[in-house]
C-alpha cells in the first residue's frame, strides 16, 4: 500500500466523461487544485463525452472498430472518425488555453500534449487499416483501441492541472495486467479464475507502484485498467472506470473515494420522471448495487466489492455543486463512525440537516436515516427505479419435454445467444423471463427458434421492470400489499413479480407505457413521499384560521 504524507490523508477522486466535457475547466482550475491543498490525490478519468454517450469517445472509438470489421470499403469512413475524435481533443485543449495568459506562460506543455495526441491518434488509425485487411477484431484487440479514449483525456486533464500551477502526470494502466500476470493469455485467464475477486486486489498493488512514482505530482489516472483476458467491456462492461477508482483507493487506503456526477447523489426516484423525488444521504452498499442494476447510474456493481473489505466509504458528488455533500455509502462491514463531508481546504460550508457530525456513532447516522439496528433494516422502502427496453418472454413446456430438464434447457439457450435474463418466475412447466431486448436482433430470434422445440414461445415487447429497493426489505409486513394495493388504484397491469431471490427488492414488469405512472405510484403511496402539489396543499390555510 501507498502511504500519504505525514500531514494529508488520500482522497481518490473519478470524474465521469460527461462531467470533462462539460466543466473541465471548473474541474482543472477549482474543484482539483482546492482538494489537492488538504490531500494527497488521485484522479481517475473516463474518456470524454457529450451531452449523451453516443456523442462521447468510447462510443466513437467502438464505431471505428466495427468500420475496421467491415474491411476496406469502409476505408475512407474510419479514417474521418479517427480524424473527428483527434479534433474533439484538440479543440478541447484549444479552448482551455484560450486564455492569453495560460498560452504565454504554458505554450510547451500545450504543444507537447497536442503533439501526443496526434501521434497516438494516428497509431490507432495505422493499426486500425492494417485490422481492416484482414477484416476483424479480436477481444483484446478491441480492448487496445478502447483504451486511447481515456489516454487522451488523461494527458488533457494532466496538462490543464500543470499549466494551472497544479503539477500533475498522467498514467496509463493500459499494460497493467500483463505487468502483474505475464503476457501470456493462459496464465492471465488461470489467474482470473483462480483468484476471482482477488485478481482486482493484485491488480490494485500494481496500480498503487505507478501512484508512487509520480512523486509530488498528482496522478492522473486512466479508467481504463489493462486489457483483459476476454476483453475489459465483456469482463466489466461499461463503467469500468468505477472500478479503476476503488482499486486506486485500496491502493493508497484512501479515507474516502469520490465519484463526481452531474446529479446531487442518489435519489429516492429519477427526480426527471418524479419531481418530488428526494436526494438520500445515505443508502447501504447492497442498495447501492441493486440501483444500478436495475435502471438507476449509479456505481458499478464490482466497485462496493472492492472497498468493501478496505472499509473506504464512497462518496457521490456533483460537479455543479462541489460544496454539496451528495450520497455516501459506507461499506457494510465498516464499524468506523460517519466522518465530515470532505471539502476543498480554502473552503468551509454548514452542514445539511441530515448530516451528522463526526463524533456521532455510525449507527446513530445510519438510524436517523432511517435504517434501523445493527442489520440496517428499514421500515419503508429507500428507491424505486425503472429499467426500460424490457421484452417478456413467456415458455410453455409441451408434453415431449421432461420437466426435470426444461429449465436447464430453457437457460442453456439463453447462455449460448448471450442474452441474460433480469427477473425469472417458474412453475414446473411453465417460466417466464424479462429479459433486456439485445442490441443484435438476430440473437432474439435465434433464442425464440431454439425456444420453440420445447414448447409455445411468446415474446411481449414494449415492457419495463419497476423495482423497488429498501434494505431488509423482505421483513417489511405488508410492503408487497401496499405495492400492489398502489399499482391497482393506478389501475396498472403487472405480468410478472419477483422478490424471493433477494433480501432487498421487489421488482414488477409492467407495460412501458405505464411504467412512468407506476413509479409516481409507488414514490407516493410505498415510499411515504408527497407530490409537490400536497405538500403545497399542506400550507393553504383553512377557515378554522380566520
Not at 465521469?16 to 478519468?45: E, F, R, W
Not at 497544479?166 to 493462459?186: N, R
Not at 438520500?280 to 456505481?299: D, K, P, Q, R, W
Request: with cysteine.
Amino acid at each position: 500500500m501507498v502511504t500519504a504524507t505525514a500531514s494529508k490523508s488520500w482522497l481518490v477522486q473519478k470524474y465521469g466523461g460527461t462531467s470533462l466535457g462539460k466543466l473541465l475547466d471548473t474541474i482543472c482550475c477549482n474543484i482539483i487544485p482546492q482538494y489537492a491543498m488538504g490531500h494527497s490525490l488521485i484522479v481517475v478519468c473516463s474518456a470524454f463525452s457529450g451531452s449523451l454517450k453516443a456523442s462521447g469517445t468510447t462510443s466513437l472509438l467502438l464505431q471505428c472498430i466495427s468500420y475496421a470489421e467491415l474491411g476496406v470499403d469502409a476505408q475512407k469512413r474510419l479514417i474521418e472518425m479517427v480524424d473527428l475524435i483527434k479534433d474533439n481533443h484538440l479543440n478541447v485543449l484549444e479552448a482551455f488555453a484560450s486564455s492569453p495568459t495560460r498560452v504565454a506562460t504554458c505554450s510547451q506543455i500545450y504543444e507537447d500534449t497536442v503533439s501526443g495526441i496526434k501521434k497516438e491518434c494516428e497509431n490507432l488509425k495505422r493499426f486500425l487499416l492494417a485490422a481492416q485487411i484482414v477484416g476483424e477484431l479480436s477481444p483484446r484487440s478491441k480492448d487496445r483501441v478502447i483504451s486511447l479514449g481515456e489516454k487522451l483525456a488523461c494527458m488533457i486533464v494532466a496538462a490543464c492541472l500543470t499549466s494551472t500551477g497544479t503539477p500533475a502526470k498522467p498514467i496509463f494502466l493500459d499494460k497493467i495486467i500483463s505487468s502483474a500476470f505475464g503476457v501470456s493469455i493462459h496464465d492471465q485467464v488461470a489467474a482470473l479464475e483462480r483468484l476471482g475477486p482477488n485478481f482486482y486486489h493484485v491488480l490494485a498493488d500494481q496500480i498503487g507502484k505507478q501512484i508512487r512514482d509520480c512523486g509530488q505530482a498528482i496522478p492522473i489516472v486512466t479508467g481504463f485498467f489493462g486489457i483483459m483476458p476476454d476483453s475489459l467491456l465483456q469482463t466489466v462492461g461499461r463503467g469500468y472506470s468505477d472500478l479503476c477508482a476503488a482499486m486506486c483507493a485500496v491502493a493508497v487506503g484512501a479515507e474516502e473515494l469520490q465519484i463526481w456526477k452531474e446529479v446531487d447523489g442518489i435519489f429516492t426516484a429519477d427526480p426527471r420522471k418524479v419531481p418530488s423525488a428526494r436526494l438520500l444521504s445515505t443508502v447501504t452498499a447492497e442498495e447501492a448495487t441493486e440501483l444500478t442494476y436495475y435502471g438507476s447510474e449509479v456505481i458499478h456493481p464490482l466497485t462496493m466489492d472492492q472497498i468493501r473489505d478496505a472499509c473506504i466509504p464512497l462518496r457521490l458528488k456533483n460537479v455543479f455543486k462541489p460544496s454539496g455533500h451528495g450520497t455516501i455509502i459506507y461499506p457494510s462491514a465498516s464499524n468506523t463512525s460517519p466522518t465530515t463531508p470532505i471539502s476543498p481546504a480554502s473552503t468551509s460550508s454548514d452542514a445539511s440537516e441530515n448530516y451528522s457530525p463526526a463524533i456521532t456513532p455510525l449507527s446513530s447516522f445510519m438510524l436517523k436515516n432511517g435504517y434501523h439496528g445493527a442489520q440496517q433494516e428499514r421500515r419503508k422502502p429507500t428507491a424505486v427505479t425503472v429499467k426500460d427496453d424490457i421484452l417478456l418472454i413467456n415458455v410453455v413446456c409441451n408434453r415431449n419435454t421432461k420437466s426435470q430438464g426444461f429449465l436447464t434447457q430453457v437457460f442453456d439457450r439463453l447462455e449460448r445467444n448471450k442474452i441474460p435474463a433480469d427477473l425469472v418466475a417458474t412453475s414446473e412447466r411453465h417460466v417466464s423471463l424479462a429479459v433486456q431486448s439485445p442490441a443484435d436482433p438476430g440473437a432474439l430470434l435465434r433464442l425464440k427458434e431454439e425456444l420453440e422445440r420445447f414448447g409455445h414461445v411468446a415474446v411481449t415487447p414494449n415492457m419495463a421492470i419497476v423495482t423497488v429497493v429498501g434494505h431488509k426489505m423482505r421483513n417489511m409486513t405488508g410492503v408487497s400489499n401496499e405495492i400492489l394495493s398502489a399499482l391497482a388504484s393506478a389501475q396498472i397491469s403487472i405480468y410478472l413479480i419477483s422478490q424471493g431471490a433477494s433480501k432487498i427488492n421487489i421488482s414488477l414488469v409492467v407495460g412501458a407505457d405505464d411504467a412512468l405512472a407506476a413509479m409516481n405510484a409507488i414514490h407516493g403511496e410505498v415510499l411515504k413521499i408527497p407530490t409537490h402539489r400536497e405538500q403545497e396543499n399542506r400550507f393553504i390555510p383553512g377557515p378554522w384560521l380566520y
